[in-house]
């Protein structure tokens, strides 16, 4: 159910409908929106017989949402959500007509190694560094991540070079962590129906990237993100890597497909990533270009100063010297769409 709030009701009008909802055990959720305020009603089983609250001063209507998710619809909210990311050298935006672009390595290794890439792509312009301390390994003998001394070096990297950081939590007790450390906290494939950890990502502080899980259908896909928003953080973006298909020629399919159709659903960003959904290096370029093209808020890359010896997916890392390239082209194809990169 949502409630509709005329473009002039007064704060404490919204205030007043919000307690009247609260009174009935269920959870307000006020929209704001250029226009009106929405208000989302979550906690309720069933149908709600809320006339009591068409009657409110300020309400213009109250109407049933039929699609099972409601605060990432398009109903809830009609305009692009524009995600604001606070780094050392000012907000990145996300969303609407801005693109971000975020780079780094699959996992943070060293303190040299994430300098390096670091200072590389400063000099590309990109402003979020992407780096895993925590890594969900296929395996348990592969590289698992440094843990907090991981968070530590990517903390060294924002301050030596400005960047906004994103790196993933697997648990509970690692959230914890990467909240303190990290400006977005990242949802990866394997966990995006955890849902306990998808309800402590929603009382998060810092803004969350949920990957699409590798075998998730659109509408699994949005409902893991409504548990993030039902818990109170609206600051979520989703990011596209690539789903298990019988295709032979890459470690996933990119499903580019699924860009328009989130957008047409759903108010917020989609990011894509062109590493994991391809797994080859030397298709991150086309489809970077293809996803911008396609209407992707942002691109998720993974890029390494030496692939060759990286301990995690050095297959599909690109060089920063590539990166910058991509940068520039996709900086082109953003141009066509009138839209901006940052
Ligand atoms: C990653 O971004 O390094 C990662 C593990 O991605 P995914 O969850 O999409 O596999
Ligand atoms: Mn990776």
Request: contains cysteine; negative net charge.
């Given at each position: 159910m949502l409630i509709v709030m005329q473009s002039h009701a007064t704060e404490e009008q919204i205030r007043a409908v919000c307690a009247r909802i609260e009174s009935l055990g269920l959870k307000a959720h006020p929209i704001p929106g250029s226009l009106r305020t929405a208000i989302g009603i979550t906690g309720n089983q069933g149908s709600l017989d809320l006339g009591v609250l068409e009657?409110?001063?300020?309400?213009?209507e109250c109407i049933p949402v039929s699609k099972p998710y409601k605060l990432v619809s398009r109903d809830a909210k009609e305009e692009d959500t524009v995600l604001r990311i606070p780094t050392p050298s000012g907000d990145v935006l996300v969303g609407g007509k801005h693109i971000a672009l975020v780079a780094g390595p699959?996992?943070?290794?060293t303190e040299d190694q994430c300098m390096t890439v670091g200072a590389q792509l400063k000099a590309t312009g990109v402003r979020l560094f992407r780096g895993g301390a925590y890594k969900p390994r296929t395996s348990p003998y592969s590289f698992q991540g440094l843990g907090e001394e991981g968070l530590k070096i990517l903390a060294k990297v924002r301050d030596a070079y400005g960047f906004g950081i994103i790196t993933e939590a697997i648990d509970n007790e690692s959230l914890a962590l990467v909240e303190d450390y990290a400006d977005v906290i990242q949802i990866g494939a394997r966990n995006m129906q955890n849902f306990s950890l998808l309800k402590r990502a929603g009382r998060a502080k810092k803004p969350v990237l949920l990957k699409r899980g590798m075998s998730a259908t659109l509408d699994e896909f949005l409902m893991a993100a409504e548990y993030i928003l039902s818990e109170g953080n609206y600051n979520v973006m989703l990011c596209e890597r690539g789903v298990r298909t019988?295709?032979?020629?890459?470690?996933?399919?990119?499903?580019?497909?699924?860009v328009p159709a989130v957008q047409k659903r759903s108010h917020l960003p989609i990011l894509v990533d062109p590493s994991h959904g391809t797994g080859k290096r030397n298709k991150v370029l086309p489809l970077s270009r293809a996803a911008v093209a396609v209407g992707a808020n942002g691109l998720l890359v993974e890029v390494h100063h030496d692939p060759e010896k990286a301990l995690s997916d050095g297959m599909q890392s690109i060089l920063p010297e590539e990166f910058a390239e991509l940068t520039v082209e996709v900086k082109q194809v953003a141009n066509v769409l009138h839209r901006i990169v940052n």
């Open positions: 009657s409110m001063s300020g309400v213009v699959c996992a943070v290794e019988f295709s032979d020629f890459s470690r996933n399919t990119l499903d580019l497909a699924v």
